[in-house]
């Protein structure tokens, strides 16, 4: 019996012929060592080259330590050498901060004095009705003492720590100027008589705004906790706890985390503002052609002063708002 010679094609599909690629991973479980560590060892194990490499590399790396030692050195001797310097301007300027506070504080009891001095002199000058009625007028005005019962309502910063349930829109966790000018005039509009932001009192010319981080009342820093104290009739409390302004702060303190509550208070004092400085418009020697040609509406509501807390006051346009 005879086989049949074999064709080319059958050949060509023997699987004892047919040439396979080397698989990835087979060759890295199977050679796990790069190639290059191996000839890196043979050429230190054969050539002596590199150990004369080795041998002037020491040195050079001794050297570049030594100079980053130095370069370290140098750094801590120059601060430790400016420490002092720093420190004593610090405490300098502390100190006369401190000082000009004190100096503050004294003008400031030495001027209500004085007030004191002028009312009394004043009472002694003027009959007994025209100094009732003048009395009545000042405590409107906030340009005298108040006493009386009436509302304090308290905002606070949150705590570093503490992170609202959610942000949303309410703004920042710490009370903002448009925070304050929006409880002061909510108490206004609730019947408030008279007004004070941490004992600065505020008339219809104050003004509650920023400047950066800051909240200043009539110009004068104020810090937190914040406390708003208004003092007018006991139905006061309620028409403000019903006010557009207290639901707003609610929920900003339920979304931020900052603190907002109020109280009733007895026996309340608010001090009396300072002097306010009039100023008083006067008509123009000659009219101006370019006023008269200008449009209506235009410019002349910019003399309006910014921020005014009291009855009918605009918000400040510095700083954020919620």
Do not use: C, H
Not at 24 to 32: A, C, G, I, K
Not at 145 to 156: I, N, P, T
Not at 183 to 211: D, H, M, P, Y
């Amino acid at each position: 019996m005879t086989t049949p010679p074999s064709r080319d094609g059958e050949k060509e599909r023997d699987p004892s012929t047919r040439v396979y690629a080397p698989d990835f991973l087979t060759e890295l479980f199977r050679n796990p060592l790069d190639p290059g560590y191996g000839d890196a060892a043979a050429r230190r194990a054969t050539g002596s080259v590199s150990r004369v490499r080795e041998v002037l590399g020491r040195p050079v790396s001794l050297l570049v330590l030594a100079v980053i030692g130095f370069l370290f050195a140098v750094a801590y001797r120059e601060t430790v050498a400016e420490e002092p310097s720093r420190a004593t301007a610090r405490a300098g300027l502390v100190a006369e901060i401190k000082g000009r506070e004190a100096e503050t504080d004294r003008l400031t009891e030495r001027a209500e004095q004085l007030r004191e001095e002028v009312g009394r002199q004043r009472d002694a000058t003027l009959s007994g009705s025209q100094a009732s009625r003048l009395r009545t007028l000042e405590a409107g005005t906030g340009l005298a003492r108040v006493r009386g019962d009436g509302v304090v309502v308290r905002l606070a910063d949150a705590a570093a720590d503490q992170d609202g349930v959610t942000t949303g829109d309410a703004g920042p966790s710490r009370v903002l100027y448009s925070d304050l000018q929006k409880v002061a005039n909510a108490l206004w509009a609730a019947g408030a008589e008279a007004v004070a932001v941490n004992g600065q009192r505020l008339t219809a010319t104050s003004t509650i705004r920023s400047a950066g981080e800051a909240i200043l009342v009539d110009y004068r820093p104020v810090t937190g906790p914040y406390e708003v104290q208004a003092i007018g009739p006991r139905s006061m409390r309620d028409r403000f706890d019903q006010s557009r302004a207290a639901a707003l702060m609610r929920e900003v303190a339920r979304t931020t985390g900052l603190s907002f509550g109020m109280k009733r208070a007895d026996d309340l004092t608010l001090p009396a503002a300072p002097q306010p400085r009039l100023r008083y418009a006067e008509p123009p020697a000659t009219p101006s052609p370019s006023a008269s040609a200008r449009p209506s509406g235009s410019g002349a509501a910019g003399s309006s002063s910014p921020g005014s807390s009291g009855p009918g006051g605009s918000s400040s346009p510095s700083g954020g708002g919620r």
